[in-house]
């Protein structure tokens, strides 16, 4: 397996509490220990990167209902979505996009 960025230990770490809505990666205090301003390209590719390592799972649903485990395809072009890691933003609205360490899942 491929060396780990901080960020992508650090996504990880966050991911073991619950799903993680998008929006939350760029707030946590763990993120902004390592860059106090997140690059969000940084932290797309970051997810990404653990996406197709099988790290984690993205999870999406209507932000008033519970959200569904989707397929990596899928999930991909929603991590790239840069509307996904705004709070309340039209793509945010309607549908909330989350991630989930796998090993929470499997826990």
Same mark, same amino acid.
């Given at each position: 397996m491929?060396?780990?960025? &901080?960020? %992508?230990? %650090?996504?990880l770490i966050? $991911?073991? %509490? /619950?799903?993680? #809505?998008? #929006?939350?990666?760029? +707030?946590v205090q763990e993120i902004r220990a390592i860059r106090p301003v997140p /690059?969000?390209? %940084?932290?797309?590719?970051a997810l990404v990167s653990l996406l197709r390592k099988e790290c984690i +799972?993205?999870?999406? $649903?209507?932000w008033s209902s519970e959200p569904e485990v989707i397929d990596? &395809? @899928? $999930?991909?072009k929603l991590l790239r979505t840069v509307g996904q890691y705004v709070?309340?933003? #039209?793509t /945010?609205? +309607?549908? @909330?996009? =989350? =991630?989930?360490?796998?090993e929470n899942i499997r826990g």
């Open positions: 491929t060396k780990m960025t &901080n960020i %992508e230990q %650090e996504i966050l $991911g073991l %509490e /619950d799903l993680i #809505p998008l #929006p939350e990666i760029c +707030q /690059d969000l390209a %940084e932290v797309i590719a +799972q993205v999870w999406a $649903g209507h990596s &395809n @899928r $999930g991909e709070w309340n933003s #039209p /945010d609205l +309607q549908l @909330r996009v =989350y =991630y989930a360490n796998v």
